[in-house]
């Protein structure tokens, strides 16, 4: 009875990781779809800020103002379709590239904006991948899995008829139809009617702006040159402990159990024969929720024939690819604090030599 209870939690759990892989990947596919819609619908321009409108009055929002001419040489003047609680990065003047719908001019999205949202559906695409992996790894397909993958399914169709029917039936009534419109129309017009930013709070902000980055700028090089330093000799490590380790197979014999702070890590333990024929028991220092290998599973393992006490199961790429993006997070902080300064220095104005006249 315990082993069927604990194969149906077992069973849910990898189905549960993988409905929820699926839906994070989802989400980040809709959003490069959305972006990749906007770069194929939409036209290129290059603009000019030229305001930018205030919302709130503590921690404000600040939605800048573009202007743009077209390919028939008329001008458009609109608040771009989003905002930011930093006003330096876009104070008039500022020249953008931009991306507009001709038949919807009132609503440019800047070029930076499709770059940040590519990102975000990249990476949130990313993050799906391990939860998926993680989910058919450990699943096996048998009765238990089809009860449980039924109720879910069952589940997961009511929750969304619960929230469709309402959509079909205001579709039926020809609501649903005019509603989106009116409520972009409605946002497009309340940011239109925003108060101006002054030149004194550009001023402002400009100067608390630059207060903050002078002060973050050292903090950022040292952490980045801390963290390409950890992670270029991390990166040296491990490619010269795989280059002189030997490979062989072993077979997980269980999965042990860590507990912190009510969550639970599985840490498999595997057999295998290094080439002497003594039989070595290694217990993986990597745990993971679910379990990353199950019981039986044949695991590559590595490890030094003149030091048996250095032992790794090898995952391919992600011996060394958690290393390569340490370092390369460190060098990107480190390049960003370097291009202030050399930014700042561009932008001060040499002295001028004072000439003497009789």
Excluded at 2 to 17: A, E, V, W
Excluded at 147 to 159: D, H, K, M, N, P
Excluded at 181 to 199: A, F, G, H, W
Aim: glycine letters at 8%; a positive charge; aromatic letters at 12%.
């Amino acid at each position: 009875m315990f082993t069927l209870i604990f194969g149906l939690f077992s069973t849910y759990m990898q189905l549960m990781y993988l409905v929820a892989g699926a839906t994070c990947s989802g989400i980040g596919l809709l959003i490069l779809a959305y972006a990749v819609y906007v770069r194929l619908r939409e036209r290129s321009y290059r603009g000019e800020i030229v305001a930018d409108r205030k919302e709130g009055s503590g921690q404000a929002m600040y939605w800048p103002v573009v202007a743009y001419s077209d390919e028939h040489g008329q001008r458009h003047e609109a608040v771009a379709n989003s905002r930011s609680s930093l006003l330096s990065g876009q104070v008039p003047g500022t020249r953008v590239t931009l991306f507009a719908d001709p038949a919807k001019p009132d609503s440019p999205m800047l070029a930076r904006d499709w770059w940040l949202l590519s990102a975000a559906g990249a990476i949130v695409l990313a993050v799906g991948y391990p939860f998926i992996h993680l989910g058919l790894k450990g699943l096996h397909f048998n009765w238990t899995t089809a009860l449980v993958a039924a109720g879910i399914s069952v589940y997961l169709a009511a929750r969304i008829f619960r929230f469709v029917h309402p959509l079909l039936d205001a579709r039926k009534s020809w609501k649903l139809n005019a509603a989106p419109y009116v409520s972009l129309r409605d946002k497009q017009e309340q940011r239109q009617n925003l108060p101006i930013v002054t030149d004194n709070e550009i001023a402002a902000a400009k100067l608390a702006h630059a207060k903050w980055i002078s002060s973050a700028r050292p903090v950022a090089m040292v952490l980045g040159l801390a963290l390409f330093a950890g992670g270029g000799f991390w990166f040296a490590h491990q490619i010269s402990f795989l280059h002189a380790a030997v490979t062989t197979l072993g077979e997980v014999v269980r999965n042990d159990t860590t507990q912190d702070n009510g969550s639970y890590s599985y840490h498999a333990v595997v057999l295998f024969t290094d080439r002497d024929g003594r039989r070595i028991l290694y217990r993986d220092p990597v745990g993971t929720s679910p379990p990353w290998y199950g019981e039986g599973d044949r695991v590559k393992v590595l490890y030094l024939a003149r030091e048996p006490s250095r032992i790794m199961l090898d995952r391919g790429v992600w011996n060394w690819l958690v290393s390569v993006l340490v370092a390369s997070a460190g060098a990107l902080l480190f390049a960003a604090g370097l291009y202030g300064y050399a930014a700042r220095r561009g932008t001060e104005a040499p002295p001028v030599a004072a000439t003497a006249t009789e």
